[in-house]
């Protein structure tokens, strides 16, 4: 018997394919800056110039917060988290209920 509680068909079209979408744009992003993040050698310019100096982006001047080498190390790690995450089987969760149809690796 199909499955067609108009909550249900609701819920899975405005709320699970539109995360499903973002999750998967997410971890493509994610990806593609921690590549950037390697070839540029970053963790050793922030090692270099010490992880408790901020990084001059601006943020002292225009009200962000400001961000230390630390911090950035510390983002690094949750996004490799978050690469072991999604590689573990679970990205194929989300390719079911994805609309736009992008793929990762």
């Known amino acids: 018997m199909?499955?067609?509680?108009?909550?249900l068909v609701e819920f899975c079209n405005d709320e699970l394919r539109q995360i499903a979408d973002r999750m998967v744009a997410l971890k493509i992003r994610v990806d593609a800056a921690y590549s950037e993040y390697l070839a540029r050698e970053?963790?050793?310019?922030?090692?270099?110039?010490?992880s408790t100096n901020p990084v001059l982006d601006g943020s002292a001047t225009d009200g962000?917060?400001?961000?230390?080498?630390?911090?950035?190390f510390n983002l690094i790690t949750l996004m490799t988290d978050f690469q072991t995450f999604m590689t573990s089987g679970r990205v194929d969760v989300l390719y079911k209920f994805?609309?736009?149809?992008?793929?990762?690796?």
Not at 2 to 7: I, V
Not at 42 to 50: A, M, R, Y
Not at 64 to 72: K, M, P, Y
Not at 98 to 104: E, I, P
Request: aromatic content about 0%.
């Open 98 to 105: 994805q609309v736009n149809g992008n793929r990762v690796n």
């Open 42 to 50: 970053l963790g050793t310019v922030i090692n270099d110039g010490g």
């Open 64 to 72: 962000r917060t400001v961000a230390t080498g630390g911090d950035v």
């Open 2 to 7: 199909a499955l067609d509680n108009p909550q």
